[in-house]
């Protein structure tokens, strides 16, 4: 089970992080993902990061504002969201699946996530 948390409303320009914690205890085998969805668009990619050496992928529209990263130990994934913009504002979800991915293009699409979380409502006004 994946439960989200950390949006919130914030402005344009300023900084948030979101949180997705598992339970049970096979966190640190499960690749991780975060994918966001607009009102009335699909939902999309935004990062993910591999199991145990922590490489990354990101979407190009985040890529150098967003950054990914795990604490195993946590049993918890983290996204932190600098350089906000009002385009940002979406539910964020997370993901995750037993076997590591290697390849953002692969990463990127949902169906290959097999468990998510509820989602967290990031707001950024202009």
């Known amino acids: 089970q994946l439960q989200a948390s950390g949006g919130g409303l914030v402005q344009a320009g300023d900084s948030l992080r979101v949180s997705c914690t598992a339970s049970?205890?096979?966190?640190?085998?499960?690749?991780m993902g975060w994918f966001r969805q607009a009102p009335g668009k699909e939902r999309e990619f935004v990062a993910a990061?591999?199991?145990?050496?922590?490489?990354?992928f990101y979407a190009d529209s985040v890529n150098n504002r967003f950054t990914i990263s795990r604490d195993n130990a946590k049993n918890t994934v983290y996204l932190q969201m600098d350089s906000l913009k009002h385009e940002d504002t979406a539910v964020y979800f997370c993901?995750?699946?037993?076997?590591?991915?290697?390849?953002?293009?692969?990463?990127?699409?949902?169906?290959?996530?097999?468990?998510w979380g509820q989602g967290t409502q990031v707001t950024v006004s202009s």
């Open positions: 990061i591999r199991s145990q050496t922590s490489s990354t």
């Open positions: 993901a995750a699946r037993l076997l590591d991915l290697f390849r953002k293009d692969v990463a990127s699409l949902s169906p290959n996530y097999e468990y």
């Open positions: 049970g205890g096979t966190f640190n085998k499960l690749f």
